[in-house]
């Protein structure tokens, strides 16, 4: 294993809150149309065009690994590629319910569980596991003044009730090194910084 994947990095969590605002502003800005698919290419295309890459996911280059996602364009170290919902798709889809009943103010994203999720980011449980890891999770503390628009674009909640105006907490994919036109790894040894 190098040594490299383990070592903490240092990051820094308001830089982590500016990134994560100014991707789902880039998301929460297409013309949206009755057809997930097209949501998902048009928010795809924002960040692509904003931030010069997008994600996608097809069979890895592992073998027997499934699906894997894969950064196209590029991204330095230390910068958000993706995020990791962060829930059981059966406990998301009860609290999601429970926090987000019709005529409610849209808190969270549950979408990641579909093929088309509205927030094109949300796809770091399809991150496949290898020694060479390109990517590593960080959590980030999201303040309760987070920009209410954008909340519907975390994919994932709280097990107890929570105020809106607390602190989430999202664990994001940070670069360990500049991605480009490449597969994402990371390690599943490491923590959670």
Known sequence: MPKNVFDRQPFDNGSGVQQVT??????????????????????????????????????????????GVYLNGMREKGQIVGVYPGLSARIHRSLHKRDNWPGAIVTSDDTWLTVHPRNPLAVGQIVNNNRFANVRYQEIDIPGDFPLELRKYIPNLYLSDQSIESNWRLVALIATRRIEDEELFSTYFECVY
């Not at 997930?36 to 890459?53: L, V």
């Not at 280059?61 to 699906?67: D, I, K």
Request: hydrophobic fraction near 30%; proline fraction near 9%; charged fraction near 35%.
């Open 22 to 67: 100014d991707l789902f502003r880039a998301i929460d800005r297409p013309r949206l149309s009755k057809r997930p698919e097209t949501d998902h290419q048009n928010r795809s295309e924002a960040i692509f065009e904003k931030f010069g890459f997008r994600l996608s996911v097809k069979p890895s280059t592992l073998p027997g690994a499934g699906n």
